[in-house]
């Protein structure tokens, strides 16, 4: 079937670096974007990866290897407010039906 | 101010109630979509929409209904809910797909 898995939750303590992987399985894909939700919020947009390598946005960074079929979204100086849901997402038969992984609970601990 | 707007935020309904929540972007984008999300089930997406009079099913499309007539308008129907329909909605737009943006969610409760 068509998947993208993501570790339910990963602490890390504050100032510290955290990478929060994501393994897909989808047809015809695309990209991989990567989501920040908030508790009692909307998903925000972070970033989006068409080609492999990293993209670097301020603190955070995201990875995409197609070889591999894996992505991972990297948190740098890690804040409280970094304490959020992490999504990755692809659309997945080439229009814009689009899966979203399980979210990733991240804790930052001071 | 650009944004997504869903109304109402919060429904309670009854089995069979008919009810419709409303979606509404001022970008232009072409492309919409709604969600729903679950505990540990991440967000599934229920239709989308590429342009007006276009929309598709996505993962879970079964006990819905959506219509683009206008737009900036995507509004979901709930036939007859059911109480497997509790869930926190999110209507969603793009110009691209891969970055959308998320309204402020319906949390609709059947019972």
């Known amino acids: 079937g068509q998947s993208l898995e993501q570790p339910s939750e990963v602490t890390a303590v504050e100032g510290a670096i955290v990478q929060i992987n994501c393994t897909y399985q989808?047809?015809?894909?695309?990209?991989l974007s990567w989501y920040q939700q908030h508790d009692g919020g909307a998903p925000t947009f972070l970033s989006y990866n068409a080609l492999d390598g990293l993209e670097e946005t301020g603190r955070f960074s995201s990875f995409l290897s197609r070889s591999d079929s894996y992505g991972y979204l990297l948190l740098q100086e890690l804040q409280m407010k970094d304490s959020a849901s992490y999504f990755c997402?692809?659309?997945?038969?080439?229009?814009?039906?689009?899966?979203f992984g399980a979210g990733t609970r991240l804790f930052v601990k001071a | 101010e650009a944004q997504v707007t869903q109304n109402p935020r919060y429904l309670i309904t009854v089995t069979g109630k008919k009810l419709t929540v409303t979606c509404s972007q001022n970008?232009?984008?072409?492309?919409m979509s709604w969600y729903r999300q679950d505990p540990g089930l991440g967000l599934r997406q229920i239709y989308y929409?590429?342009?007006?009079?276009?929309?598709d099913k996505g993962d879970v499309p079964e006990g819905y209904k959506v219509s683009r007539k206008e737009k900036r308008n995507f509004p979901l129907i709930l036939e007859s809910p059911s109480p497997n329909q509790t869930s926190l909605y999110f209507c969603a737009s793009s110009s691209q797909g891969y970055e959308q943006y998320f309204g402020p969610g319906t949390r609709l409760t059947v019972t």
């Open positions: 997402a692809a659309p997945n038969t080439g229009g814009f039906k689009t899966i």
């Open positions: 929409s590429m342009n007006v009079e276009v929309t």
């Open positions: 970008m232009n984008h072409e492309y």
């Open positions: 989808t047809s015809g894909f695309y990209g």
